[in-house]
Structure formats: structure tokens, C-alpha cells
């Protein structure tokens, strides 16, 4: 991710949204992958076949945080109009 950051980097290093972070930094040749790397960006759950026993675990626990995001954010739009 550090490589996606501007050269001149403002408060917090990204313009805009911060990105979401769903896995380590260096997930490289992965068994099973698709790709020889996986962004940390990439959700667990959009690369179950090449998910280890523990990440399958942590998949449960995105999916639950991704409700409840979109469920904040839903709220919020309400809101707002």
C-alpha cells in the first residue's frame, strides 16, 4: 500500500477514503491463487481458493464487519436526505 501513496504525502498519507486492510502486506505465491500477489486490499473472501485453514476463519469475521459497514453507511444516507 505504501507504494500507492502520493510523493508528496498529506496528513495521513491518502488523499481521500483510507483504504481498507485485509491481509498482511506480503501475501506472495499463494497455493491455489490466481496471481503471484494479492494486494492487501483484497478481501479473504474474494480469494477462497487460496485461503489457509486460519483465513477461512477470518473470513466469517470480514463478512460481519462488511454488514456492519454497509449497514452505517446506510444509515447515514438516511440522514443526510
Not at 9 to 32: A, C, F, L, M, Q
Not at 55 to 69: A, C, F, G
Amino acid at each position: 500500500m505504501e507504494w500507492t501513496t502520493p510523493i508528496v504525502p498529506g496528513h495521513g498519507n491518502w488523499p481521500g477514503e483510507i483504504p481498507t486492510v485485509y491481509r498482511w502486506p506480503y501475501d506472495y505465491s499463494k497455493p491455489g491463487a490466481e496471481e503471484d500477489f494479492i494486494p492487501q486490499t483484497v478481501p479473504l473472501s474474494a480469494t477462497p481458493e487460496s485461503n489457509l485453514p486460519h483465513e477461512q476463519e477470518q473470513v466469517k469475521t470480514e463478512m460481519e464487519i462488511i454488514k456492519d459497514e454497509s449497514e452505517a453507511l446506510i444509515a447515514n444516507e438516511a440522514k443526510e436526505s
